[in-house]
């Protein structure tokens, strides 16, 4: 069989011209590489170079397996950097997943362009998905890191599962409702008789569930809309003027036109951006983890 020191000492004797140069440049003694090249020879069955006097030349047979030679040195070299690479969490694509509630603008997009620059060999494939789906679907190894709002009700013991940051939540109006014309901070007490287009699912957490624990502080459940949405379609509905929605602060970015944000007088009126990942998860995957901690302040 062939070996790879066979391939990197017929080529060094190539390119140096002479099996004296050769020896000298890769640190062996001209005998064991004269023995190395006649066992290449002796494998292949034909000569490969011609010994002169003060230089070799490559015989038919050396003049084809030359290029083939280096050719397969090279594609092991890339073979192995792209292994290191892939290992050390530098190339491969990312699986990533982030909820409705939590679009991809302010305070994400930054980190994330910050991330592909200094990741080149790194693709991302970004879906955008429920945030109990995310969790599931990382479970079964379907997707790599998801951004999602808390809170989640579900419990996965092989999801790590942290805090990124916090976001103001701002109450979302029609353009034409009364309370689009305020000046000052609504407390949440008045929308008590107001109609959701958000409302929370028994066994769902994410946006609508903090929304409705807020709520819930001020002695009120929400009042269901007739059209109610958990996706970014609900801005759509309060546009409509069918009801209204606490919403974050960054959604003001995708809103259409007709939707007015207000300011809302009660305390702790947030909430929270996680981070999930596997407890396994691959080299790949910490480093965006890593990233997204330490630009968002959360490592």
């Given at each position: 069989?062939?070996?790879?020191?066979?391939?990197?000492?017929?080529?060094?004797?190539v390119e140096s011209g002479s099996f004296s140069r050769a020896a000298e440049r890769l640190y062996i003694a001209q005998s064991a590489l004269s023995r190395q090249m006649r066992e290449l020879e002796t494998h292949l069955a034909t000569p490969l170079l011609e010994r002169g006097p003060r230089q070799v030349e490559l015989t038919p047979a050396g003049r084809t397996f030359?290029?083939?030679?280096?050719?397969?040195?090279?594609?092991?070299?890339?073979?192995?950097?792209?292994?290191?690479?892939?290992?050390?969490?530098?190339?491969?694509?990312?699986?990533l997943s982030h909820s409705s509630s939590v679009p991809l603008g302010t305070p994400l997009q930054t980190p994330l362009r910050n991330y592909l620059e200094r990741h080149p060999g790194v693709n991302l494939e970004i879906v955008q998905q429920s945030s109990e789906q995310?969790?599931?679907?990382?479970q079964e190894g379907r997707l790599d890191v998801c951004l999602l709002r808390l809170p989640?009700?579900?419990?996965?013991?092989?999801?790590?599962?942290?805090?990124?940051?916090?976001e103001p939540l701002l109450l979302a109006v029609a353009a034409e409702h009364p309370l689009a014309d305020e000046a000052e901070p609504i407390p949440l007490a008045r929308l008590a008789d107001e109609p959701f287009v958000?409302?929370?699912h028994m066994q769902r957490g994410g946006l609508s569930y903090r929304a409705a624990e807020l709520c819930l502080r001020q002695g009120f459940f929400p009042r269901a809309a007739r059209?109610?949405?958990?996706?970014?379609?609900?801005?759509?509905?309060?546009?409509?003027?069918?009801?209204?929605?606490l919403v974050p602060a960054s959604m003001r970015a995708i809103a259409p036109a007709g939707v007015r944000f207000m300011a809302l007088a009660d305390a702790d009126c947030d909430s929270q951006v996680a981070l999930a990942w596997r407890h396994d998860a691959t080299p790949?995957?910490?480093?965006?983890?890593?990233?997204?901690?330490?630009q968002l302040g959360a490592g």
């Open positions: 069989m062939i070996s790879l020191r066979q391939l990197r000492y017929f080529i060094e004797i030359h290029p083939l030679a280096l050719r397969l040195l090279q594609d092991l070299e890339a073979a192995g950097e792209l292994a290191r690479q892939v290992g050390q969490g530098q190339h491969g694509t990312l699986r995310q969790l599931a679907d990382l989640v009700l579900r419990q996965y013991p092989g999801l790590a599962l942290q805090p990124l940051y916090r958000s409302v929370p059209a109610v949405s958990r996706k970014t379609s609900q801005l759509q509905l309060i546009e409509a003027g069918l009801g209204v929605a790949l995957s910490q480093g965006l983890v890593e990233h997204f901690r330490q």
